[in-house]
């Protein structure tokens, strides 16, 4: 990849690339790079860059950093180009044929593919060798002797066919046991009453319970109400409309409540004091002083007294 172009300050320049190296050949001014849209590096005449280990260059976009024109010449390669004391390009020729030896400084990492191995043959091996174990081997014992000392890895299975009729074992850990069948139990003289010291919840089951028999339950049984007292209570109801900006509710001695509704139609809320009334709300009051309020002239305001 090539950039040979004259940028302006802020102007930028943007091209699709490959290789590991960035070379910036030419410029009056440092220049700004975003590589691959995500590496940002700035430039001076004849710097270098490298991309990370394993990343090459697939997009470079150039910005100058100079206040006058700026002569740009960018190039991108695999290999590092070196350059001489007095700033110019070395151009190698004559470079040696292989298979001659040569000394090569490495840049990043380096790939050999070998086509295929030379045969070895080895005639006189020792009889014992010393081997130096690298991870785990797998051995295999055809001729195992009678007594082998063993150091166990993970569970065994064990068969025991003529075992003999008392043992002692001492046990480690804890040990599955399954009983088949229970004995069983008969106690003859169990104890009436006996204390127990209770641990935890009981779950108790009843499976039956005694039938009960009630021989003289009386039959159904009337009752006879003959004082009750009347009720007291009577309703009184009315609307007040709202005439000049004011309404008022008559004082009644004998009220036991008044309930208050402010009419669905009415056009703004009626004002008790400073409580509002919203058209439809409704209030309770235990008084038997006379209401008075305010509102919208031709408003509502129902009510209900209860003596």
Same mark, same amino acid.
């Given at each position: 990849m090539i950039i040979q172009q004259t940028l302006n300050k802020g102007e930028i320049a943007q091209q699709s690339g490959d290789g590991k190296f960035i070379y910036l050949r030419e410029a009056n001014a440092p220049v700004e @790079? @975003? &590589?691959?849209?995500?590496?940002?590096?700035?430039? /001076?005449?004849? %710097?270098?860059? %490298?991309?990370?280990?394993?990343?090459?260059?697939?997009?470079? /976009?150039?910005? +100058?950093?100079?206040? %006058? $024109?700026? $002569?740009?010449?960018?190039? +991108? +390669?695999?290999?590092? &180009?070196?350059? *001489?004391?007095?700033?110019?390009?070395? %151009?190698?020729?004559?470079?040696? *044929?292989?298979?001659?030896?040569?000394?090569? *400084?490495?840049?990043?990492?380096?790939?050999?593919? &070998?086509?295929q191995m030379p045969s070895v043959a080895i005639n006189n091996f020792p009889s014992i060798q010393s081997v130096a174990q690298s991870g785990a081997w797998e051995v295999a014992v055809i001729n195992l002797p009678n007594v082998q000392k063993v150091s166990q890895s993970g569970a065994w299975t064990m068969e025991v066919s003529n075992f003999p009729s008392v043992q002692n074992v001492a046990p480690s850990g804890e040990w599955p046991v399954t009983i088949s069948q229970l004995l069983n139990v008969s106690v003859d003289n169990f104890p009436s009453v006996y204390a127990s010291s209770q641990s935890g919840a009981w779950s108790v089951e009843v499976t039956a319970l005694p039938s009960v028999t009630i021989d003289n339950f009386p039959a159904l049984q009337q009752v006879e109400i003959t004082n009750l007292p009347a009720a007291n209570d009577s309703l009184s109801t009315g609307v007040v409309e709202v005439t000049a900006g004011a309404g008022s509710i008559t004082a009644n001695a004998g009220r036991d409540v008044i309930k208050l509704k402010a009419a669905t139609t009415n056009t703004a809320a009626i004002l008790l004091g400073d409580w509002p009334l919203e058209a439809g709300e409704t209030l309770e009051l235990e008084t038997v002083a006379a209401i008075n309020f305010t509102g919208t002239d031709l408003d509502k305001l129902y009510f209900i007294e209860v003596a």
């Open positions: @790079l @975003l &590589i691959n849209n995500r590496i940002r590096q700035t430039l /001076r005449l004849r %710097e270098t860059m %490298e991309m990370p280990q394993g990343q090459t260059v697939t997009s470079v /976009r150039v910005e +100058s950093l100079g206040t %006058e $024109p700026n $002569p740009i010449v960018l190039e +991108s +390669s695999e290999a590092l &180009i070196h350059q *001489a004391n007095d700033g110019q390009l070395m %151009e190698v020729t004559n470079f040696p *044929a292989f298979p001659q030896v040569q000394n090569v *400084a490495q840049h990043g990492d380096w790939s050999m593919k &070998i086509d």
